[in-house]
């Protein structure tokens, strides 16, 4: 019912910059916080940024500076710019939301597909 649609990933060189979008769709009311997550092979996903609402962000220590976080609220659309990509960003980066669905009003939170990103050296 709920869709998150992801776009952006790409192989780029180390220093260069990607922007993913994530839109939202389906029976929704309203979206509380978004985020993105990354995962490596054999490795845990682990958060990269969150957006809230209201515009609040937390960052992973390894992108501050580097990657924003930002969003949309009319189109249900979450971004993240990442600039000087490093060979370390290289991971499946995913989205997440946490939605209010319409009547009745139940709320949970999706994955998106995960888009690639690859950065080389």
């Known amino acids: 019912q709920v869709q998150l649609l992801e776009s952006g990933g790409d192989l780029v060189q180390t220093g260069g910059s990607l922007r993913l979008s994530c839109a939202a769709s389906?029976?929704?009311?309203?979206?509380?916080?978004m985020g993105w997550y990354r995962q490596s092979p054999g490795k845990q996903r682990e958060l990269v940024a969150t957006?809230?609402?209201?515009?609040?962000?937390n960052y992973a220590d390894s992108v501050k500076g580097r990657f924003a976080i930002s969003r949309d609220n009319a189109k249900n659309t979450v971004y993240l710019q990442m600039n000087s990509l490093k060979p370390e960003d290289t991971a499946v980066y995913y989205c997440?939301?946490?939605?209010?669905?319409?009547?009745?009003?139940?709320?949970?939170?999706?994955w998106g597909q995960g888009t690639q990103v690859t950065v080389s050296s």
């Open positions: 389906g029976n929704i009311f309203s979206i509380n916080a």
């Open positions: 997440n939301a946490e939605v209010i669905r319409g009547a009745p009003y139940w709320k949970s939170n999706y």
């Open positions: 957006i809230t609402t209201g515009g609040s962000t």
